[in-house]
């Protein structure tokens, strides 16, 4: 089963669409989607984020497929079916919200530590979170305890390879204090973490094709992104 909240060739050539060397781009991109729908083939079932994404997929598969039978393919081709982001949270922690607000503390940022994602985090962390505690001190006349347990990053994701968030940020100014890792989370502490222990969601991009599915999560139980 595989499954992708993401068509990154498609992402990736909206991304690229103004670079001035096509030729190059486009080598990547076809490298890029051969990988890609290469991986779907080869599952029996894949799982998209949305009907458009499953319809995309579905046809570029079948538009793969030679005329004539070949010992490359699969029978058949995978089943792709929409399978939207929705959880099961406790009802309890989305009642009287307001009063667990008071309880929560920091931001938190999920997702694996792939090319686009660690220089937006990186930015983040240089650039947003010393801007946030300082207006936090002028502007709001909070103290320091408010602040060190406010201003704070939880940075966590990546399975196996969480740790590669620690060596993207570990030498920028200030981040021992203003950086929490998690290190791989699992859906349960995930859903804690939007539902009862953070104030808010970040997901910094540097460029986007649409809405980030990365904050689809934070939608239902209604944190600030």
Known sequence: VVLTDDIHSVRA??????????VHIEYMLSWLKRREFAMYEEADYVLAVSPED?????????????????TRYK???????WAPFVHELNQTLLNGTDELLSNRSGLVYVGVPHPVAVPAVKWLVRFVLPRLR???RRDY???????ERHAVLYLGGGGENARRWFHAIKKLPGSNQTVRRLGAVSDED???????WRRVLTAPLFNNTGVATKIIPGHRPGIPV
């Open 190 to 196: 995930l859903t804690m973490h939007l539902t009862a």
């Open 134 to 136: 300082h207006l936090l």
């Open 75 to 81: 029978a058949e081709l995978p089943s792709v079916v």
């Open 13 to 22: 050539r909206q991304a690229f669409s103004d670079i001035d060397e096509p």
């Open 54 to 70: 499953a319809d995309l997929v579905r046809t570029a598969l079948a538009a793969a497929r030679p005329d004539v039978e070949s």
């Open 141 to 147: 006349g909070k103290d320091a305890n408010f602040v």
